[in-house]
């Protein structure tokens, strides 16, 4: 009987989660469809949903979900919410938004154990400091009263890159996105000439690396979690 009530919660689960997903990819086809269609309302609308929508997904699956993953991407909504706003500030605040975002990552990931292996993180951390050097100095000239504000944000957009790809290559490329999303925004504040259809890469890049960097914490997480539960079975009873 508990292993019917077992399986019947977890179906009952794995199909609110499947349709929280279905919700989040939806809205994100429509939010990128009013991009390329210059649909401005539609686009203000489904900003905000899209990452609660994917934090619901990330916290109703079967098994557990990190502490931090949630609260990132709640940070990462006040951050879409507040950059539909064109003013400084409130630029300014989404920004800080978006740090908190990164700072819960780049804690969660290293709970996971994204930083055991200090050779690859070494290694890496070297190939995205200078890439980090190097954009960096690229749009400095064109960054104003922005400069120092973009410099310490980056500096924590790289750390969840780092951490991230310490993480595996699902999450490596989450970070990787991330970044270049990112980087597409800095070459717009530093009015470098814009790409074709240039806000749709930037959201399009954005939407891939959360959903690949939540659903590598969701896995570090169960693997963690089956992990713990073979050492419990194999320990010899005292």
């Not at 309302?41 to 979900?65: D, F, Y």
């Not at 659903?215 to 992990?227: F, H, I, R, V, W």
């Amino acid at each position: 009987m508990l292993t019917t009530l077992t399986s019947t919660v977890g179906h009952r689960l794995a199909g609110r989660a499947k349709g929280l997903f279905t919700a989040f990819a939806a809205t994100s086809a429509a939010h990128l469809g009013s991009l390329l269609t210059d649909a401005t309302r539609v686009e203000q609308a489904t900003k905000p949903a899209l990452m609660p929508l994917l934090a619901a997904h990330a916290v109703s699956g079967e098994g557990p979900a990190p502490r931090l993953l949630a609260p990132a991407l709640l940070a990462s909504t006040a951050g879409d919410v507040l950059l539909q706003f064109s003013t400084e500030p409130a630029f300014l605040a989404g920004m800080g938004a978006f740090a908190a975002a990164h700072i819960c990552y780049i804690v969660m990931f290293a709970r996971q154990g994204a930083l055991t292996d200090r050779r690859r993180t070494v290694l890496v951390g070297c190939a995205y400091a200078a890439t980090w050097v190097v954009m960096l100095g690229l749009l400095w000239p064109g960054l104003g009263k922005l400069q120092l504000p973009v410099a310490g944000y980056s500096l924590l957009l790289a750390g969840t890159a780092v951490t991230a790809a310490g993480l595996g290559l699902r999450a490596g490329l989450g970070g990787g996105l991330f970044l270049l999303s990112d980087t597409l925004i800095a070459t717009r504040l530093a009015n470098w000439r814009a790409l074709p259809g240039h806000e749709f890469w930037i959201m399009s890049t954005y939407l891939a690396a959360q959903y690949l960097l939540a659903t590598a914490a969701l896995k570090a997480e169960a693997g963690a979690g089956a992990g713990a539960g073979a050492e419990a079975r194999d320990e010899p009873a005292r």
